[in-house]
């Protein structure tokens, strides 16, 4: 899995203001996420690499030293290699997605340090990244909040109802939906940096997608044998809080009005592929609605439905 970008156009005052503990997580994808590494602030103190360098996106900045974790040592961490993608997730839904090769080549630091005392986020910290041998300004995101590495294959998707223990839905479960449908259009993907070798978001995709309304129906229960008594019972309520949880643990709370949370779908395939980090997968829930709030939800990999009360 490999992206990386994160320039946050719309960061709030608070998070400027604010200062958050270093650590970054590590995890790898294919049907499910798994963390398989973390880099504390210790890690990030222990040998650390330093360069004096400069931030192309600040204009009029002097070269300073950074100091954090080589790209090399996240390799050896992530066990990467070659043109394997790394894929940095980044607040205000931004990503930087390169291939390792391109990172080993521009010499690329995590770094948490700028001038030896914690990066500041008006500088990009908590974390950022910078590099020695470009100045390529997309290749310099900020805020970075986790690294996902591998390839999304044939992902599940866990729902449940009420924070209950719900189901895994399969790949074969969600794809075999009577509700599923594809249709052409512009793909929302986040913004950010990927490598050269994918196609461009902006562009007409076949885009395959079902209601979240429908796929509800089956949590906790095998998919396509609920009976209509049991659907119409386990059926969330319109008006309904809906937690996402990403596929780095975050958990993002979206409360939505009955015609909002009738327009949910879940988009499953671009052009009958799975969809890869870089992209917003392994699954992204949009809206038919323009002013369902704050969508697209991107690296969705488990949803829990809250009726009201």
């Not at 020695?132 to 044939?154: A, C, E, F, Q, R």
């Not at 993002?252 to 009958?272: H, N, P, Q, R, W």
Request: charge should be positive.
């Amino acid at each position: 899995m490999k992206l990386i970008s994160c320039l946050a156009m719309a960061t709030s005052l608070s998070s400027l203001l604010s200062h958050e503990a270093s650590a970054l997580d590590i995890y790898a994808v294919k049907s499910t996420s798994q963390k398989i590494a973390s880099i504390s602030d210790a890690d990030f103190a222990k040998n650390p690499t330093v360069y004096n360098t400069v931030d192309p996106n600040f204009s009029g900045m002097k070269a300073a030293d950074y100091s954090g974790v080589s790209i090399e040592k996240i390799a050896t961490l992530a066990k990467l290699s070659g043109d394997d993608v790394v894929t940095f997730l980044c607040k205000d839904n931004y990503i930087m997605s390169e291939t390792l090769t391109t990172l080993l080549a521009t010499n690329a630091l995590v770094a948490n340090k700028l001038g030896g005392v914690d990066i500041l986020p008006k500088s990009g910290g908590p974390i950022t990244m910078v590099h020695n041998k470009t100045t390529t300004n997309d290749l310099y995101p900020w805020y970075i909040t986790s690294i996902v590495v591998g390839s999304v294959d044939h992902p599940s998707l866990h729902l449940s109802m009420n924070s209950a223990s719900g189901n895994d839905l399969s790949w074969d479960q969600i794809s075999k939906s009577k509700e599923q449908s594809s249709s052409a259009k512009i793909f929302p993907a986040p913004r950010g940096r990927r490598p050269k070798a994918d196609s461009s978001s902006e562009i007409s995709r076949k885009i395959t997608f079902v209601p979240l309304s429908s796929l509800s129906k089956a949590s906790g229960k095998t998919a396509g044998k609920t009976s209509k008594k049991d659907a119409k019972k386990d059926s969330p309520a319109l008006g309904s809080t809906v937690n996402y949880t990403l596929i780095d643990g975050q958990i993002t709370s979206k409360k939505y009005s009955a015609e909002e949370f009738k327009s949910l779908t879940v988009v499953t395939m671009i052009d009958g592929k799975s969809i890869q980090v870089r992209q917003g997968g392994p699954f992204v829930v949009t809206s038919s609605l323009a002013k369902a709030s704050e969508l697209p939800i991107f690296y969705v990999s488990a949803i829990d439905i809250l009726e009201p009360k």
